[in-house]
């Protein structure tokens, strides 16, 4: 079946810092992939996305890359802001890519941004 | 009212108790989902619903029923719960197409405890 493994932290470091999280993912057919993003007290709010191989998805100054090649969909941002602080959690879709399938969710990754 | 709207926001029941978690959607969407998140897990999916018909059961216990009766609402009730099922359900939902990259929007989250 799918799986999503992503570092699961906490993941501490300071403002204006670069940042990755890993994601990789085992999947059969052609997922799309997907990070969200939850804020303390709230729900998960879509982050970025892509919909095939070399696809990046980017929002907020966040970026992703879909390499098929590695089977990975890291998330990258060039300077954190303490505003940044949340859990990200890695997706990606069902085989028919579809809703009936749901997602699959990694376990999250707790950022922490100082000051 | 926008988005996706889960009451209660925090619910504590005893293990004898019958309560209704509910969920309610304005985005005029056609599938609704409720995930379980529990700490240092990967969100679990519970059920689908798609155009009002259940799709996906995932083998979640009895304890917990399901009831979609439009495309807008949809409730979870909960009785004869365990401790174990203390955890904030999510729900959400999405405009399930052909094309696939399906996003779902989630709300806020209702926050269980069982004891």
């Known amino acids: 079946g799918n799986s999503v493994t992503q570092m699961e932290g906490p993941v501490t470091l300071s403002e204006e810092a670069f940042l990755t999280i890993n994601c990789t993912y085992t999947a059969t057919g052609y997922p799309s992939l997907f990070w969200y993003v939850q804020y303390p007290g709230e729900g998960l709010q879509l982050l970025l996305k892509?919909?095939?191989?070399?696809d990046k998805g980017s929002n907020k100054g966040f970026e992703a890359t879909y390499r098929k090649e590695t089977t990975s969909f890291h998330l990258e941002k060039g300077s954190v802001q303490v505003s940044d602080s949340a859990v990200y959690f890695c997706?990606?879709?069902?085989?028919?890519?579809?809703?009936?399938?749901?997602?699959?969710f990694g376990k999250g990754t707790h950022l922490i941004i100082q000051p | 009212e926008t988005g996706v709207t889960q009451t209660p926001r925090h619910l504590v029941m005893g293990m004898t108790n019958k309560k209704s978690l509910k969920c309610e959607q304005h985005?005029?969407?056609?599938?609704m989902y409720w995930y379980k998140q529990s700490a240092k897990k990967p969100l679990e999916l519970m059920f689908v619903?798609?155009?009002?018909?259940?799709?996906e059961n995932n083998s979640v216990p009895s304890r917990f029923s399901p009831e979609c009766p439009n495309s807008s609402h949809l409730f979870l009730h909960l009785h004869t719960l365990q401790p174990e099922d203390s955890a904030l359900y999510l729900c959400?939902?999405?405009?399930?197409?052909?094309?696939?990259?399906?996003?779902?929007?989630f709300g806020a989250g209702s926050r269980l405890t069982v004891l």
């Open positions: 892509a919909t095939k191989a070399d």
């Open positions: 997706a990606l879709s069902g085989p028919s890519g579809g809703g009936a399938d749901g997602l699959t």
């Open positions: 985005l005029g969407h056609n599938a």
């Open positions: 959400a939902s999405s405009q399930e197409g052909f094309t696939g990259a399906n996003v779902l929007t």
């Open positions: 619903y798609s155009l009002e018909e259940r799709v």
